[in-house]
């Protein structure tokens, strides 16, 4: 599967921002599908996950309850709906999947296919 993240720009602190990773192939449905990210001189952090069929959801605890992450699998596309954005936030989004059917988990080392990035830069 090949990921393409983009919805990523300059936004003031409290404002929001939707991040979409778009995915080739028929077979999306059978992905989990998480967001990472990366700020400067940091290592790559989860965000969030997503599995298959859409019914099971984790957050980092640093987004949770701002940040929303929904599938369309009929659309082969993952959002990150990011909302009262921190200038914490400010970082280069990657969308990733693990191997078809395979759990993804929270760590990087754990997935297998990631989009180029977008980023996201948030102002105080």
């Known amino acids: 599967v090949q990921l393409q993240a983009s919805g990523g720009g300059l936004v003031q602190a409290g404002g929001s921002l939707r991040l979409s990773c778009a995915a080739s192939?028929?077979?999306?449905?059978?992905?989990?599908v998480a967001w990472f990210r990366q700020a400067p001189g940091k290592e790559r952090e989860f965000v969030a996950r997503i599995t298959q069929s859409g019914a099971l959801i984790a957050y980092a605890d640093s987004v949770k309850g701002r940040f929303t992450i929904s599938r369309d699998n009929a659309k082969n596309t993952v959002y990150l709906q990011m909302n009262s954005l921190e200038f914490e936030d400010t970082a280069v989004y990657y969308c990733a999947a693990p191997e078809q059917y395979r759990y993804g988990g929270t760590s990087p080392s754990l997935y297998n296919y990631w989009g180029q990035g977008t980023q996201v830069t948030v102002s105080s």
């Open positions: 192939g028929r077979t999306f449905r059978n992905y989990d």
